[in-house]
Nanobody, 123 residues
Framework: EVQLVESGGGLVQAGGSLRLSCAAS????????IGWFRQAPGKEREGVSC????????YYADFVKSRFTISSDNAKNTVVLQMNSLKPEDTAVYYC????????????????WGQGTQVTVSS
């Protein structure tokens, strides 16, 4: 059974930091792209960042470049999203996602989803 389990969400003030973790199981972690999407109330789910464990490619959405960093620990089957300089507009439910081929630019690239973790940034 494929499982993506997120942790690390919470409430933080603007300018603060949070670290999200995604623990993956049930599939070949080293061959897959793992990433993060987010969905704010009333908005569509959008891609944030992802990392390919097969070739090391990384994608960041423009709105998080230079603030967020994604990394992968293949020994622990875990992907971490370090979020710095958080803004109120980063408030959303963040979902871990896994794909079969290539990078994860939109929801159609995703094969598996986690249950989501809430990130709230106060002004």
């Amino acid at each position: 059974e494929v499982q993506l389990v997120e942790s690390g969400g919470g409430l933080v003030q603007a300018g603060g930091s949070l670290r999200l973790s995604c623990a993956a199981s049930g599939f070949s972690f080293n061959d897959r792209t793992i990433g993060w999407f987010r969905q704010a109330p009333g908005k569509e789910r959008e891609g944030v960042s992802c990392i390919s464990n097969s070739d090391g490619s990384i994608y960041y959405a423009d709105f998080v470049k230079s603030r967020f960093t994604i990394s992968s620990d293949n020994a622990k089957n875990t992907v971490v999203l370090q979020m710095n300089s958080l803004k109120p507009e980063d408030t959303a439910v963040y979902y871990c996602a896994a794909g079969l081929y290539g990078l994860l630019y939109n929801i159609y690239d995703v094969r598996y989803w986690g249950q989501g973790t809430q990130v709230t940034v106060s002004s």
